[in-house]
């Protein structure tokens, strides 16, 4: 599974320990993120594994992220979105099968966060 979030740099940042990884995908034991760049979240949940490891049947999170709010955000509403590269023909939102050989797009809902 793979993930690119677009957050408001001047209002939230990465937390020091930006994620963690829910039961619910404890199986994938290639999951990282990168937040090298200011306002954008790409991350990556996979398994080498044979059998591979997959997200467990079930509702719950399989990835939690954590965000500071800064000091001279200021009030009002903003957003997180799941937003793909535009620069790319490749979908940067996707999962696949447990055989990794049939890409999943999943119709994904964004999220807002607001500063009071």
């Known amino acids: ?28 034991e290639n999951y990282s993120g990168y937040f090298d760049v200011p306002g954008l979240i ?6 080498l594994n044979n059998p591979p490891g997959k997200i ?4 719950g ?15 009002g509403t903003t957003s997180l979105i799941f937003a793909d590269d535009p620069g790319t023909p490749v979908q940067d939102n996707q999962l696949s099968d ?9 119709q994904l809902v964004n ?3 607001t500063v009071q």
Do not use: C, H, N, W
């Open 1 to 28: 599974m793979a993930l690119r979030i677009a957050y408001d740099s001047s209002v939230l940042q990465p937390s020091a320990t930006p994620y963690s990884q829910p039961p619910r995908a404890s199986s994938l």
């Open 42 to 47: 790409t991350f990556l949940m996979i398994s």
């Open 56 to 59: 467990q049947i079930g509702d």
């Open 61 to 75: 999170p399989i990835l939690e992220l954590y965000f500071d709010v800064k000091l001279t955000a200021p009030s």
């Open 98 to 106: 447990t055989t990794g050989t049939k890409l999943i797009l999943p």
């Open 111 to 113: 999220g807002t966060f």
